[in-house]
């Protein structure tokens, strides 16, 4: 098959979440099996030529493309990785993603990404490639099948051409005035009462993506059945509940070149489940970057997260004092919501003795974190897969989760599974400040009985969560939407 992506975020180019993990790693793995991938993203100013050998394609020309009936020119260039077959293409028009940011709250946020997504299509149009499949990711290319499907109906290259779009997080919707069907230059009608595009007077761009991709999914399958709620669903429930026989949860895999103690090049010390000896000396290694003491038996607690409301950090800030009780020493990383930035401040001036904190984006130290942390905290209000744990699982860095979406999907409580003792870390289930000092306290405790302790370790780091099943089961699903597409034309 012919596979297009088409994402804001492509790790090791542009991240800002897992959203980049995952399109950094999926694409190669369906290039594995057998299968022509490109992938597209915006050409921020971090992404330079030099440190991504980026090549200008001038062969494609100065491509004019049209926001509110401006016109904006678009340049292409384009990478490849080492041992892959998988093109990356970017899309280069500096007014708007020469930025501070991936993301901004400039009031241009909504042109940005039209312009992406006009981009992805008029480049697919020089390329003359006509993929079975458009894969779409989150809200900045929401309107990618819209506009593929209506604006750009009359080209028959996209005749055949199925969109599956896949919702990473529902918290985000891309949600702007109804001005964007001028910018974008969609039928006016969508942007009506009740039109497709539509959302309580604004236009809203997963919306749109919901009832005009021929398949959608989620990144867990019980994030898949906690999004046809209300309490899940921020208010696109219902869309998806029409949709419901075209929408499916697919659990993301982890790119184990990247997420392995063993070969970890951000670590001082490999290991591996035959010999967990050297995880300590990670944690040696990162206490003393922290400047934090040193003493085996107190575990190290680490949390590596964007700081917004999603992660459960309100929890914490409801019990700081409860929570640093307990026998424990806490290393946190993250940037994000300035509320939670504060908090954590606060925290480590209160206990400095015990807390370390870094407030930034920092992918070196967060592989260091992995591998030197005993504990891994992701206490969130809602996670529609995580990869967080399932790193921590591979580095032997036991979670304490909220078991919700995928968290519910790849961590086994310990406790819960005492008589097979296949449990990987402790998880549960109510968001209270209560039900997480419970479980933070289990493992705490559980830390100081070495043989527990290293059971459930190992219990972890023999799970298998590579891309390769999740690869194909993204390849059944293109295959429904290759179908239902040719069912329509
Ligand atoms: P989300 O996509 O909601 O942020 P995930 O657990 O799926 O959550 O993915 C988060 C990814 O981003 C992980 O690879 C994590 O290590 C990384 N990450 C989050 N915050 C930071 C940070 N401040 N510095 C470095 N990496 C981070
Ligand atoms: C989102 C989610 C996270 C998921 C990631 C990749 O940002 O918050 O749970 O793992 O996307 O799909």
């Given at each position: 098959?012919?596979?297009?992506?088409?994402?804001?975020?492509?790790?090791?180019?542009?991240?800002?979440?897992?959203?980049?993990?995952?399109?950094?790693?999926?694409?190669?793995?369906?290039?594995?099996?057998?299968?022509?991938?490109?992938?597209?993203?915006?050409?921020?100013?971090?992404?330079?030529?030099?440190?991504?050998?980026?090549?200008?394609?001038?062969?494609?020309?100065?491509?004019?493309?049209?926001?509110?009936?401006?016109?904006?020119?678009?340049?292409?260039?384009?990478?490849?990785?080492?041992?892959?077959?998988?093109?990356?293409?970017?899309?280069?028009?500096?007014?708007?993603?020469?930025?501070?940011?991936?993301?901004?709250?400039?009031?241009?946020?909504?042109?940005?990404?039209?312009?992406?997504?006009?981009?992805?299509?008029?480049?697919?149009?020089?390329?003359?490639?006509?993929?079975?499949?458009?894969?779409?990711?989150?809200?900045?290319?929401?309107?990618?099948?819209?506009?593929?499907?209506?604006?750009?109906?009359?080209?028959?290259?996209?005749?055949?051409?199925?969109?599956?779009?896949?919702?990473?997080?529902?918290?985000?919707?891309?949600?702007?005035?109804?001005?964007?069907?001028?910018?974008?230059?969609?039928?006016?009608?969508?942007?009506?009462?009740?039109?497709?595009?539509?959302?309580?007077?604004?236009?809203?761009?997963?919306?749109?993506?919901?009832?005009?991709?021929?398949?959608?999914?989620?990144?867990?399958?019980?994030?898949?059945?906690?999004?046809?709620?209300?309490?899940?669903?921020?208010?696109?429930?219902?869309?998806?509940?029409?949709?419901?026989?075209?929408?499916?949860?697919?659990?993301?895999?982890?790119?184990?070149?990247?997420?392995?103690?063993?070969?970890?090049?951000?670590?001082?010390?490999?290991?591996?489940?035959?010999?967990?000896?050297?995880?300590?000396?990670?944690?040696?290694?990162?206490?003393?970057?922290?400047?934090?003491?040193?003493?085996?038996?107190?575990?190290?607690?680490?949390?590596?997260?964007?700081?917004?409301?999603?992660?459960?950090?309100?929890?914490?800030?409801?019990?700081?004092?409860?929570?640093?009780?307990?026998?424990?020493?806490?290393?946190?990383?993250?940037?994000?919501?300035?509320?939670?930035?504060?908090?954590?401040?606060?925290?480590?001036?209160?206990?400095?003795?015990?807390?370390?904190?870094?407030?930034?984006?920092?992918?070196?130290?967060?592989?260091?974190?992995?591998?030197?942390?005993?504990?891994?905290?992701?206490?969130?209000?809602?996670?529609?897969?995580?990869?967080?744990?399932?790193?921590?699982?591979?580095?032997?860095?036991?979670?304490?989760?909220?078991?919700?979406?995928g968290l519910a999907d790849t961590v086994q409580d310990w406790n819960e599974s005492l008589v097979s003792g296949k449990g990987t870390g402790f998880s549960f289930?109510?968001?209270?400040?209560?039900?997480?000092?419970?479980?933070?306290?289990?493992?705490?405790?559980?830390?100081?009985?070495?043989?527990?302790?290293?059971?459930?370790?190992?219990?972890?780091?023999?799970?298998?969560?590579?891309?390769?099943?999740?690869?194909?089961?993204?390849?059944?699903?293109?295959?429904?939407?290759?179908?239902?597409?040719?069912?329509?034309?």
């Open positions: 098959m012919k596979i297009a992506f088409a994402a804001s975020e492509v790790f090791p180019y542009a991240k800002a979440g897992g959203l980049g993990d995952v399109v950094g790693a999926l694409p190669n793995e369906l290039s594995k099996l057998g299968h022509e991938v490109k992938v597209f993203l915006p050409k921020y100013n971090t992404i330079t030529d030099a440190e991504y050998k980026l090549r200008h394609l001038p062969e494609l020309g100065e491509i004019p493309v049209q926001i509110a009936g401006k016109s904006y020119i678009v340049r292409v260039y384009s990478s490849s990785q080492p041992g892959s077959n998988v093109v990356f293409y970017f899309v280069d028009c500096p007014h708007y993603f020469c930025r501070y940011e991936i993301y901004t709250n400039d009031k241009d946020e909504d042109e940005r990404f039209i312009l992406f997504s006009k981009s992805v299509i008029e480049i697919l149009q020089r390329l003359q490639w006509a993929p079975d499949i458009i894969h779409c990711n989150d809200w900045p290319t929401g309107l990618i099948p819209l506009l593929l499907r209506e604006n750009y109906g009359w080209d028959s290259l996209f005749r055949n051409t199925a969109a599956v779009f896949t919702i990473h997080n529902i918290a985000y919707q891309g949600r702007f005035a109804k001005d964007v069907f001028i910018k974008s230059e969609f039928d006016s009608k969508h942007a009506l009462p009740g039109g497709i595009a539509e959302y309580h007077g604004d236009i809203n761009f997963l919306k749109t993506a919901i009832l005009t991709s021929d398949i959608i999914n989620t990144v867990s399958e019980t994030y898949a059945r906690e999004l046809l709620t209300p309490e899940y669903g921020e208010g696109m429930n219902h869309y998806l509940s029409l949709r419901q026989n075209d929408f499916y949860g697919i659990l993301n895999g982890v790119d184990y070149n990247i997420w392995n103690p063993k070969k970890d090049k951000n670590i001082p010390f490999n290991y591996s489940m035959n010999d967990v000896s050297s995880k300590i000396k990670n944690k040696k290694v990162l206490l003393t970057r922290l400047d934090l003491p040193f003493d085996e038996n107190i575990p190290l607690i680490g949390i590596v997260s964007r700081l917004v409301e999603q992660k459960g950090f309100d929890l914490i800030n409801s019990g700081i004092d409860q929570l640093m009780k307990l026998n424990a020493q806490w290393v946190i990383l993250g940037n994000g919501q300035e509320i939670y930035e504060k908090m954590f401040r606060k925290m480590v001036k209160k206990y400095p003795k015990k807390v370390s904190v870094y407030l930034g984006f920092y992918d070196e130290l967060s592989h260091l974190i992995m591998a030197g942390a005993d504990i891994f905290l992701m206490p969130s209000r809602f996670e529609p897969c995580g990869l967080g744990q399932i790193y921590a699982l591979k580095y032997g860095t036991v979670p304490v989760v909220r078991r919700t979406g289930y109510d968001y209270s400040l209560t039900a997480l000092v419970h479980s933070v306290r289990l493992a705490v405790n559980n830390f100081n009985n070495k043989s527990t302790w290293n059971k459930i370790q190992l219990n972890g780091m023999s799970k298998d969560f590579s891309w390769r099943k999740s690869a194909e089961k993204y390849v059944a699903l293109y295959e429904k939407a290759a179908i239902k597409r040719r069912g329509q034309t």
